[in-house]
């Protein structure tokens, strides 16, 4: 079974630029997950999304939206960037995190530039 | 509220020897709790989760974790390095309430010496 697939793996932009990342989840997996990993705050977690439907969301500022589509792929979306959202961002599948003991796979991330 | 301290940012050991990387965690429920692995410039491996049913948990690559709960311990062990495990090591919790959000730790980097 394929994993979980991130598109583009390396991303450059300029200040005030929007960005949108896609994740592709495990054949499956209904429920997504985003995080951004710095070296600063390290791996924090962004929102989840599961039929569609946001059901958790993190401590970021409103710039970071995000989107799930009825095949479960989910898309994640920046604006008006900021040189602090440089980072690795992360997505997981899972089957459905609704209990506690099921387990995230992640994906290789998206290295985001932002000059 | 639930969180996890990775009591050591760096470990170093020399091939064959003993690993330990040690995990505390603070929740006000029974907690799931999981050690990811982070290769450079890749994303996260489950090396193992608890999740109650037994506080010795074995995972892949001959890692293992004990949850002490008068502890609140996780610590995750391994009897003889390998050179392949250098990498970056995360102790992770989740809760209920909190869908699909996994709390993670500072990490420890593992550095394996020849």
């Known amino acids: 079974k394929a994993g979980v697939t991130q598109t583009p793996r390396y991303l450059i932009k300029t200040r005030g630029q929007q960005v949108t990342l896609s994740c592709s989840p495990i054949?499956?997996?209904?429920?997504v997950s985003w995080y951004q990993q710095t070296p600063g705050q390290g791996l924090q977690f962004l929102f989840e999304y599961f039929s569609e439907t946001q059901r958790n969301k993190g401590n970021f500022p409103g710039r970071f939206s995000g989107r799930q589509f009825s095949n479960s792929r989910s898309e994640m979306n920046v604006s008006t960037l900021e040189l602090g959202d440089s980072a690795l961002y992360l997505c997981a599948s899972s089957l459905d995190p609704s209990g506690p003991t099921d387990t995230q796979y992640f994906g290789p991330g998206t290295r985001l530039t932002v000059l | 509220a639930q969180s996890v301290t990775q009591l050591d940012s760096h470990v170093s050991v020399s091939e064959g020897t003993p690993v330990l990387l040690r995990c505390n965690y603070s929740?006000?429920?029974?907690?799931?709790l999981f050690w990811y692995v982070q290769h450079p410039n890749k994303g996260l491996q489950l090396l193992l989760k608890y999740t109650s049913a037994a506080t010795l948990v074995k995972g892949i690559n001959g890692f293992e974790a004990e949850f002490k709960k008068s502890e609140t311990s996780f610590h995750l062990t391994k009897p003889s390095a390998h050179m392949s495990d250098a990498a970056e090591y995360f102790c992770?919790?989740?809760?209920?309430?909190?869908?699909?959000?996994?709390?993670f730790g500072q990490g420890t980097t593992l550095q394996v010496k020849p």
């Open positions: 992770v919790v989740s809760g209920s309430g909190n869908t699909g959000k996994l709390i």
């Open positions: 929740s006000s429920y029974s907690p799931s």
């Open positions: 054949s499956g997996h209904r429920s």
